[in-house]
T-cell receptor, first 114, second 115 residues
């Protein structure tokens, strides 16, 4: 498995603004997943983008993938205070039998102020 | 909905005690994982299992063991708890196939304090 690295480490915005988080990885991937973690809780899967996709939407979430730059971004539009959480990307490496092992980075801490 | 249940939300143990953390999933997932999460270090994989009685070491297996006697249950064992094992422990599960999915479903976590 390989690790995704999220950037920035922390992001603070006002309610209604958009939030953009970035993820970089090192080798070829099968897919890339984004997860959210509310304080003191487990992670929740948000969205999965396959290596042959460039953009994916889910409600207020938009994920892009640029395999040539080995990077992905997560955009949350019209943010709400309830979006306050840590966000993690998890690339799934291509090839071999990984048993679905994912390696999580340190995440981006998003704070949305009412 | 997929449900991954960890037996305790909070646990306080003494140094040297044997500690069992239990995780149960109800979706017939083949894969199960144990992570620990520490500030500044993110999530680190301790052990995972891809089938009953099968286990593989993750990135930080030292001081831990696991048991998977039934498909739905994956236990993490701290043979002799130490203060540096104070952490948040997260269990997750996923299907093996189809390749390219492997979405992990997490439990709520167990915050373990070793005194």
């Amino acid at each position: 498995s390989q690790q995704g690295e999220e950037d920035p480490q922390a992001l603070s915005i006002q309610e209604g603004e958009n939030a953009t988080m970035n993820c970089s990885y090192k080798t070829s991937i099968n897919n890339l997943q984004w997860y959210r973690q509310n304080s003191g809780r487990g992670l929740v899967h948000l969205i999965l983008i396959r290596s042959n996709e460039r953009e994916k939407h889910s409600g207020r979430l938009r994920v892009t993938l640029d395999t040539s730059k080995k990077s992905s971004s997560l955009l949350i539009t019209a943010s709400r205070a309830a979006d306050t959480a840590s966000y993690f990307c998890a690339p799934l490496g291509a090839g071999g039998t990984s048993y679905g092992k994912l390696t999580f980075g340190q995440g981006t801490i998003l704070t949305v102020h009412p | 909905d997929v449900k991954v249940t960890q037996s305790s939300r909070y646990l306080v143990k003494r140094t040297g005690e044997k500690v069992f953390l239990e995780c149960v999933q109800d979706m017939d997932h083949e894969n199960m994982f144990w992570y620990r999460q520490d500030p500044g270090l993110g999530l680190r994989l301790i052990y995972f299992s891809y089938d009953v009685k099968m286990k593989e070491k993750g990135d930080i297996p030292e001081g831990y063991s696991v048991s998977r006697e039934k498909k739905e249950r994956f236990s993490l064992i701290l043979e002799s708890a130490s203060t540096n094992q104070t952490s948040m422990y997260l269990c997750a599960s996923s299907f093996s196939t189809p390749i390219g999915k492997n979405i992990q479903y997490f439990g709520a976590g167990t915050r373990l304090s070793v005194l």
